[in-house]
């Protein structure tokens, strides 16, 4: 799930306040649709009523018929009529793919510096520059930062999943995994910022609260319209803010805190997310599951 975001443009929120708001792709949308509410109405969703959701958000008809015709031909959506109603539901690779990131998206794992780290140590020959591409690619997605060009760090939680991907990848001959402590000679935290990209990593995180930081007050004043039926609105903000957030546990695999900098963002950045996800996704399960029933 490695949709790009794209801005394009700023609005004002409902009750006056400036708000910088992102137009995602549809089909990143549509992803984190299927992720975060689709499973708990059954698994499927008409297509109609699957636009008339998408249009809360800025979302017109062609678009997500273009959206899920391209999630389809990925693997990850299986079309099917239910009473002559077209629809789509997750295939068997979407939910695996989903199910994989529920615990890294929602659970938000902060690694302490007494965990150690595990290595990935490759060697792979310039006969197969695809394969180790694709395992650069990889590595990178799972957040591994690089200390030198065929050995990568992530803290140690992140093995298991290492393990699979290369496992997934076929790169058994090529690789080797080591769980290791840091026994000198730098700081820690130097190594930690030349192993990974913290200015750009810090300035994810304040795009992000730039965003959702305002709606958070907004709900917390009493809602974005004040109106008797908050279900529409609390579902787009929800859903934009978990399409935001869905790729930074896979950026930052969740480096201890003593390594980072001061006033680092992440972890502002963390509790708006949980707490927009806490007070919002109830109301906007329910809207989800008005609309799909209609």
């Known amino acids: 799930m490695t949709e790009?975001?794209?801005?394009?443009?700023?609005?004002?929120?409902?009750?006056g306040t400036d708000d910088v708001r992102v137009n995602r792709r549809p089909r990143s949308l549509i992803v984190s649709f299927f992720g975060t509410y689709a499973r708990d109405v059954g698994g499927w969703v008409g297509v109609a009523d699957l636009i008339a959701l998408m249009g809360g958000l800025g979302v017109d008809a062609p678009s997500v018929r273009s959206a899920v015709s391209r999630l389809k031909r990925r693997g990850l959506l299986a079309s099917e009529r239910i009473g002559g109603v077209a629809g789509y539901r997750l295939s068997d690779d979407g939910r695996r793919v989903l199910g994989e990131g529920d615990q890294r998206i929602f659970g938000h794992r902060v690694a302490r510096t007494d965990d150690g780290w595990v290595l990935v140590v490759f060697s792979v020959p310039e006969s197969e520059r695809d394969r180790r591409h694709a395992l650069r690619t990889a590595l990178t997605r799972l957040g591994f930062g690089t200390t030198t060009a065929g050995v990568w760090i992530a803290p140690a939680h992140l093995t298991d999943q290492a393990r699979r991907v290369l496992r997934e990848l076929g790169m058994?001959?090529?690789?080797?995994?080591?769980?290791a402590d840091h026994l000198g000679f730098g700081a820690p935290a130097e190594a930690v910022a030349r192993w990974w990209d913290l200015p750009a990593l810090?300035?994810?995180?304040?795009?992000?609260?730039?965003?959702?930081?305002?709606?958070?007050r907004a709900w917390r004043?009493?809602?974005?319209?004040?109106?008797?039926?908050?279900?529409p609105e609390a579902f787009a903000d929800h859903l934009r803010a978990v399409d935001a957030w869905r790729r930074m546990p896979y950026l930052d695999p969740g480096l201890p805190p003593e390594l980072l900098p001061d006033r680092w963002a992440g972890s502002r950045a963390a509790r708006v997310f949980f707490d927009l996800h806490?007070?919002?996704?109830?109301?906007?399960?329910?809207?989800v599951r008005s609309t799909v029933r209609g």
């Open 4 to 15: 790009n975001n794209e801005r394009t443009h700023e609005e004002t929120t409902a009750d």
């Open 172 to 179: 058994e001959a090529y690789v080797e995994l080591f769980h």
């Open 202 to 216: 810090q300035e994810m995180y304040r795009r992000f609260l730039a965003e959702h930081e305002p709606v958070l």
């Open 221 to 231: 004043r009493g809602g974005r319209t004040g109106t008797p039926s908050p279900g």
């Open 278 to 287: 806490s007070l919002l996704r109830g109301p906007g399960l329910e809207y």
